[in-house]
């Protein structure tokens, strides 16, 4: 007797390529979405950044007096034994670290001879700190050395920041003392590159000592997202991110709302070496303000609007819409 035996089923091409389809095409659809969610993820990580940097410019500010400095200048790094303020030639970061739980980094090379310390504090540009770099822009790693320091020895790899402070809107650069100059010995008579600071109408600069915000601490940038050119996001080649973040008064960790460079986003091949705020957020650039707020600043804000923002002093008043 015949058996008979059941039939296979199997896909043809036909509803193989339409199941092939169907999975392409919801791709296209979650992929975008998905895409938008792990952005959210990393602004808010970038948000979390700068929340940290105002917590500890306010701690800074009642243990000290006064917000954090930004030191002497580009040639000049943290050094543990010489406080804060005007005094200490490293940068607001560096003044930042103790109230970040980061004193291991800061104290390094403390106490040391001269000689020993000089050498001791590479290992301080060179220690990583995440929260300096917003991970829309960039890993956390050691980048490529291009420096110049008087005060420590050359490193071979540097800590970088994607964050910096506001140096209102008169620019202030320069090296600070030069190499020759001994100004931890003849404090304050010391050549500096700067000498007259009248100007200064930021709140973190060139040994800076700023403790009143005249305009109200919600309504002043303390410090915010830098601009950077993507070309250059790890080579270090770029004259405004090629030192470390522990290093004083430079644009590499100073920016400034000066005329011509409003807040705008990350674009390649535009703006090397640029002196003004920007970020690689699609939505725009946040800021963290003297109370310690942090906020969204759209790239289209009115700049007179933007400039009065970061200008501790101008006694402009302030639309109470700026930021909806």
Known sequence: MAVSRPTRAAFTLVELLVVITIIGVLMGLLLPALNSVRESMRQTQCKNNLHQFGTA???????????PSSGWGFMWTGDPDHGFGARQPGGWIYNCLPYMGLSNIHDIGKGLSTTDKFNALVQAKSAVIPWTICPTRRRAIAY???ENCANAA??????KT??????GSNRFL?????YGDNCFATYPTCNWSNPDQSAFNGVSGERSEINQIPDGASNVIFAGEKYLDPNVYYTGSDGADND??????DWDVNRWVQTGYPPMQDTRGVNDCSPGFGSAHSSGCQFVFCDGSVKLLNYSINFATYQSLGVRNDGTPLDTTWNR
């Open 154 to 159: 050359a490193a071979t790899t540097l800590n």
């Open 162 to 167: 994607d964050y910096a402070a506001n140096g």
């Open 144 to 146: 490529p050395a291009i």
């Open 244 to 249: 470390t973040c522990l290093e004083g008064n």
């Open 174 to 178: 320069g090296t600070g003392p030069g």
């Open 57 to 67: 410019a306010l701690e800074h500010l009642t243990t000290q007096g006064h917000y």
